[in-house]
């Protein structure tokens, strides 16, 4: 085993494509703070803005290659195939709707079942012990499903239910 390599098998470098897009959403974050202020809710609204325009993007790429990955492990794409087809697109919204602040409480909620969904279509991937590449940024690159994606998609869902408790 290499310095590189974990335990699991995975290297760092199976990871740079993502540690690559959060230092960009970090940017974002962190540059709209300093210009604006210190908000913790308008940090948690430009992360998750900036996450799903992102993430969106590349998934819309290549659609086909993604809504395949998808329907891999999500529990709503492996039932109706061309929700897969559709996600890409609910993300570029909410992501606009984060930026716009545009009716926030159908936002976030909508962004806490969508998110919860999917982290549950990962657990059940994860605990099954299956070896799934994630479809978190389309088919453009590949990238192991590990609990790291378990915790972007959990991450959105406590961020979502944060800014509901704080509206």
Same mark, same amino acid.
């Given at each position: 085993?290499?310095?590189? /390599? ?11 494509? +993502? ?13 709209? /703070? ?73 936002? !976030? ?12 279509? $990962?657990? !059940? ?5 299956? /070896? $799934? ?16 994606? +378990? ?17």
């Amino acid at each position: 085993m290499n310095n590189e /390599q974990s335990t699991n098998g995975y290297s760092l470098k199976d990871f740079l494509p +993502l540690i690559a897009i959060f230092s960009i959403i970090a940017l974002i974050t962190l540059s709209h /703070q300093l210009y604006y202020g210190w908000n913790i809710k308008d940090c948690m609204r430009i992360i998750m803005a900036a996450f799903f325009l992102i993430f969106g993007f590349f998934k819309i790429i290549n659609l086909s290659g993604f809504a395949k990955a998808y329907s891999m492990y999500d529990l709503i794409a492996k039932r109706v195939y061309w929700y897969g087809y559709v996600y890409p697109f609910l993300e570029i919204f909410l992501g606009i709707a984060y930026i716009l602040q545009w009716k926030p409480i159908e936002t !976030n909620i909508f962004t806490l079942i969508l998110m919860l969904i999917s982290a549950a279509g $990962v657990f !059940n991937e994860l605990r099954q012990g299956k /070896q $799934v590449t994630c479809a978190c940024l389309g088919a453009l690159f590949v990238i192991p499903m590990t609990y790291v994606t +378990l915790a972007e998609d959990l991450i959105m869902a406590i961020m979502s239910l944060a800014m509901l408790i704080v509206a």
